[in-house]
């Protein structure tokens, strides 16, 4: 009589990304990214993130680049200077809604040659009752499957989204030159949230991502070049969606553009390769990549669709 009960042993704190007194606020959650392996790079990561810390999380990167800009050019790192858009719009509700995948559909694209077979590989559809004619597509391109440019209303909701992928097709004459604003929606699509650009191959696709694509270190200055085929796997396709493809690729003609292994980034992994030159690679971003298939897709060519499938997969697959 009068003894205390004995003490009742504290249950772990397990993240929910729910307030205290919800029902969900006891299930246990893996973070996606970790759960595929890959580092963590900021407060949380995609879904095991709240959205508040999602938000602010992105606030602080935009207010990063704003700071330095407030200082000479010695005394500062790397920038991206722009404006981002904040509101109550999420990325999981609308209106506008926006697509997991989508791919750019505007200026140097060849909209009825290798801008359809890519179209169809990756199982985007035309607008309901509208086809290509025999010059263009741009009639029949007209939802949100498709971005027409990456300065207008989409890309300004369409960069905030997350786990999405941009496939950019291959480019003729010159591509696009994005404003300001474009690249830094650009820098932060990758930078902030679990993003995939896929860059396709041509020497107006390795100028896009050196003109357009800004990183904490800088910009790039990738050199592209030519090699004969067929293209060998490097032991660092294992563990990635690239491990289930051929252990080559072909390189029919010029129709194949790679970049120089030596003007990558510090930080690039590539994938299949033929001497020093890289014709599949990954650039991590932040939280998210780049990844560029050297193929021009002016044939459908099995082993390069695969390649092309397989890199849609990136944002899904779980290492084992």
């Known amino acids: 009589h009068g003894r205390l009960p004995p003490p009742r042993a504290e249950r772990p704190k397990v993240y929910t990304g729910h307030s205290r007194g919800s029902p969900l606020a006891q299930t246990v959650k893996p973070p996606c990214r970790a759960e595929r392996g890959y580092p963590r790079n900021g407060p949380g990561d995609c879904d095991d993130e709240t959205a508040d810390e999602t938000e602010a999380y992105r606030r602080m990167q935009g207010a990063r680049d ?15 200077p722009g404006h981002g858009a904040y509101s109550l719009w999420r990325y999981k509700r609308g209106p506008p809604y926006v697509k997991r995948l989508v791919m750019f559909a505007g200026t140097g694209v060849d909209q009825v040659g290798s801008g359809t077979l890519v179209r169809r590989m990756l199982g985007l559809k035309t607008a309901f009752g509208r086809s290509c004619d025999l010059r263009s597509c741009d009639h029949a391109w007209d939802d949100n499957q498709y971005l027409k440019t990456f300065d207008g209303t989409h890309f300004r909701f369409f960069y905030r989204n997350v786990d999405s992928m941009l496939v950019i097709p291959p480019l003729f004459g010159a591509g696009p030159i994005l404003t300001q ?8 699509y990758m930078h902030d949230q679990c993003n995939t650009l896929v860059v396709l191959g041509g020497v107006a696709n390795v100028l896009f991502i050196n003109a357009n694509v800004a990183d904490n270190d800088g910009g790039f200055d990738l050199v592209a070049d030519w090699k004969d085929g067929p293209y060998e796997a490097q032991q660092s396709i294992v563990d990635t969606p690239f491990e289930e493809l051929a252990v080559t690729l072909p390189g029919p003609g010029t129709t194949v553009t790679g970049v120089k292994i030596s003007s990558l980034p510090h930080n690039a992994i590539s994938y299949f390769e033929a001497g020093d030159v890289s014709v599949v690679f990954e650039i991590p971003t932040g939280r998210g990549r780049l990844i560029y298939l050297g193929y021009d897709f002016s044939e459908p060519i099995t082993p390069w669709l695969h390649a092309l499938v397989a890199a849609t997969k990136w944002n899904d697959f779980v290492k084992h």
């Open 181 to 188: 604003e474009g690249v830094y929606r650009l820098h932060h």
């Open 66 to 80: 704003n700071l330095n800009v407030a200082y000479p050019t010695w005394a500062r790192g790397m920038s991206v």
